[in-house]
């Protein structure tokens, strides 16, 4: 059993304690106080969730909406951008609804009723107990229906709940830095990601030189592309990346039976045996007609 500091409340529940859920959760941590923030995240990672985390609320925006979350935990006093105006655009902005719990040290009902307008989904106070907010945190991931887990174009299909990928029923063997890639390509279809925004999702800390987003893009080809017919992973120079059908043509060969060779060609012209036949002898007194002379003593 590990004994984990807490530094936010008493706890008195260790992480092998809690009821871990059948399937992790992917969770977005926003928040700018790097102690509390770095409990949270031991804590969370020792009960079997992934976890991404964002020190401010910009930061946190656009992680939000250029990932697949189960959760969001979000801290309402924010530099940059606080948590409700943060709430207000992500509501706007993103297609779906991800819960938010919104956490602070403001404890009025004002202060709750505020949280809720602004499209948080639970609401917690501090100090508050780690266990408390694992509870909180597995009840609204149980809230997700699991079609929106499963994401499907074409041939591809993603479980992003398991971090699982298929192409034509086959695995596809992913790092998770090249699973994130092909999820981000995949809930962005068919428009184009640029680069800038592929890095800062992947590495929102400190985004690496171009080689390593060159490096995963290959890797990721390797696995989606090259073992099939047809490209669905395609870059356009200067612009982005992005996702598209592969042609039709190249994975169906086409199944119509052949007719036979020999049915196909026009048949022969036959005669018919009771046509009349022209006779060709010639009137009385009329020789028959020579055949052209072969030689100049015929000719002569």
Same mark, same amino acid.
């Given at each position: 059993?590990?004994?984990?500091?807490?530094?936010?409340?008493?706890?008195?529940?260790?992480?092998?304690? #809690?009821? $871990?859920? #059948?399937?992790?959760?992917?969770?977005?941590?926003?928040?700018?106080?790097?102690?509390?923030?770095?409990?949270?995240?031991?804590?969370?990672?020792?009960s &079997?969730?992934?976890?991404?985390?964002?020190?401010?609320?910009?930061?946190?925006?656009?992680?939000?909406? +250029?990932?697949?979350?189960? !959760?969001?935990? $979000?801290?309402?006093?924010?530099?940059?951008?606080?948590?409700?105006?943060?709430?207000?655009?992500?509501?706007?902005? +993103?297609?779906?609804?991800?819960?938010?719990?919104?956490?602070?040290?403001?404890?009025?009902l004002?202060?709750?009723?505020?949280?809720? /307008?602004?499209?948080?989904?639970?609401? !917690?106070? *501090?100090?508050?107990? @780690?266990?408390? @907010?694992?509870?909180?945190?597995? /009840?609204?991931?149980?809230?997700?229906?699991?079609?929106?887990?499963?994401?499907?174009?074409?041939?591809?299909?993603?479980?992003?709940?398991?971090?699982?990928?298929?192409?034509?029923?086959?695995?596809?063997?992913?790092? =998770?830095?090249?699973?994130?890639? $092909?999820?981000?390509?995949?809930?962005?279809?068919?428009?184009?990601?640029s680069? %800038?925004?592929?890095?800062?999702?992947?590495?929102?800390?400190?985004?690496?030189?171009?080689? #390593?987003?060159r #490096?995963?893009?290959? $890797?990721?080809?390797? %696995?989606?592309?090259?073992?099939?017919?047809g490209?669905?992973?395609?870059?356009?120079?200067?612009?982005?990346?992005?996702?598209?059908? =592969?042609?039709?043509?190249?994975? *169906?060969?086409?199944?119509?039976?052949?007719?036979?060779?020999?049915?196909?060609?026009?048949?022969?012209?036959? *005669?018919?045996? /009771?046509?009349?036949r022209?006779?060709?002898?010639?009137?009385? &007194?009329?020789?028959?007609q020579?055949? +052209?002379?072969?030689?100049?003593?015929?000719? +002569?």
């Amino acid at each position: 059993m590990i004994n984990l500091p807490v530094g936010t409340g008493p706890d008195t529940q260790q992480p092998g304690e #809690s009821l $871990l859920p #059948s399937q992790p959760l992917h969770i977005l941590l926003i928040e700018d106080e790097p102690a509390l923030a770095r409990n949270m995240l031991d804590f969370l990672a020792l009960s &079997g969730h992934q976890t991404d985390y964002a020190r401010d609320g910009r930061h946190g925006l656009q992680l939000a909406l +250029a990932g697949h979350y189960d !959760l969001i935990v $979000l801290d309402l006093m924010l530099p940059k951008l606080d948590g409700l105006t943060l709430c207000r655009q992500l509501r706007a902005q +993103a297609p779906a609804q991800t819960p938010v719990l919104m956490l602070t040290a403001r404890d009025t009902l004002d202060d709750k009723l505020q949280g809720f /307008a602004a499209g948080a989904d639970d609401y !917690l106070t *501090k100090p508050f107990a @780690l266990a408390e @907010l694992l509870a909180r945190c597995e /009840a609204l991931g149980r809230r997700r229906q699991p079609a929106d887990y499963c994401l499907q174009i074409g041939p591809l299909q993603l479980d992003r709940r398991r971090h699982q990928a298929w192409r034509d029923g086959l695995p596809l063997v992913l790092n =998770p830095t090249c699973f994130r890639l $092909l999820q981000m390509l995949a809930e962005h279809y068919p428009a184009l990601v640029s680069r %800038q925004q592929l890095s800062a999702s992947l590495w929102p800390d400190e985004p690496p030189d171009s080689d #390593s987003l060159r #490096s995963h893009l290959y $890797l990721l080809r390797q %696995q989606l592309d090259k073992p099939f017919a047809g490209t669905m992973l395609h870059t356009v120079h200067g612009v982005g990346v992005q996702l598209r059908l =592969p042609d039709d043509t190249t994975q *169906k060969k086409s199944t119509a039976p052949q007719q036979d060779t020999a049915q196909q060609k026009d048949p022969a012209p036959q *005669k018919d045996p /009771a046509a009349p036949r022209k006779d060709t002898t010639p009137p009385p &007194g009329e020789t028959p007609q020579a055949d +052209a002379p072969h030689s100049p003593a015929d000719q +002569a």
